[in-house]
């Protein structure tokens, strides 16, 4: 069983939609939680951080779920330049790796 | 302020050729990770340096691929008798604390292509 799984879509939204993202994760101590942004042939950058409270920038919400396992994504007001690559991150509590989600591909249309 | 780079950006290799892929990370930064990335798929871990200490090379996927940071800064990925199936994009990452609770910064990447 995968670390992480992640539903790679893609996901094809209308400008101004609402669109949400999870990601489960097999490793119940795992301790932190992240989302990258990936644009096409482009390196990995933070999206953000995934706090226990569950945390919010701007048009995005994350939220973990630790009795259910999974992290998750809300996009807001969908922009056009939202459009990418979303990777949840997965790190358990022991060890040194970050692990990766499949990604999922979002693409917002005009 | 300067990012992490790595050279060269493309890499084409006869299957056979031994090959090195070098990452300078942000200066200062004690951690760093090589990933390998195949395409549709996410970041898979190969290895995580802090300073000049190979701290985990669990995920490198056989003995023809070796990675070091002799001095704590620059990082070389060498992967040897390169097979087809090592095409991919090698992505090195670099991250100021020893905690993995952390944002990696990572650099463009390494894409690999075998022949």
């Known amino acids: 069983r995968k670390e992480v799984e992640q539903d790679p879509g893609p996901f094809n939204v209308p400008e101004g939609a609402t669109v949400a993202f999870n990601c489960t994760y097999s490793n119940s101590a795992s301790q932190s939680f992240f989302w990258y942004r990936q644009d096409c042939r482009k390196e990995p950058k933070l999206l953000m951080s995934v706090y226990s409270s569950g945390n919010e920038d701007g048009r995005f919400t994350a939220q973990l779920n630790r009795a259910s396992q999974y992290i998750s994504l809300l996009i807001r007001d969908s922009k056009l330049s939202d459009s990418a690559t979303y990777l949840c991150?997965?790190?358990?509590?022991?060890?040194?790796?970050?692990?990766f989600g499949t990604g999922t591909s979002l693409t917002v249309i005009p | 302020g300067a990012g992490v780079s790595q050279s060269p950006r493309y890499k084409v290799a006869k299957r056979g050729q031994d090959v090195a892929l070098r990452c300078d990370p942000i200066?200062?930064?004690?951690?760093l990770f090589w990933y390998q990335q195949a395409l549709g798929q996410g970041p898979e871990f190969l290895t995580y340096f802090q300073n000049e200490a190979q701290l985990d090379k669990s995920g490198l996927p056989s003995d023809r691929f070796f990675a070091e940071r002799p001095e704590g800064s620059v990082s070389t990925l060498k992967i040897q008798r390169t097979q087809q199936e090592d095409s991919a994009v090698y992505l090195c990452?670099?991250?100021?604390?020893?905690?993995?609770?952390?944002?990696?910064?990572f650099g463009p990447g390494t894409r690999l292509t075998v022949t």
């Open positions: 200066s200062g930064h004690v951690s």
């Open positions: 990452a670099s991250s100021p604390a020893d905690s993995l609770s952390h944002e990696q910064y």
């Open positions: 991150v997965v790190i358990p509590q022991s060890g040194n790796q970050f692990y």
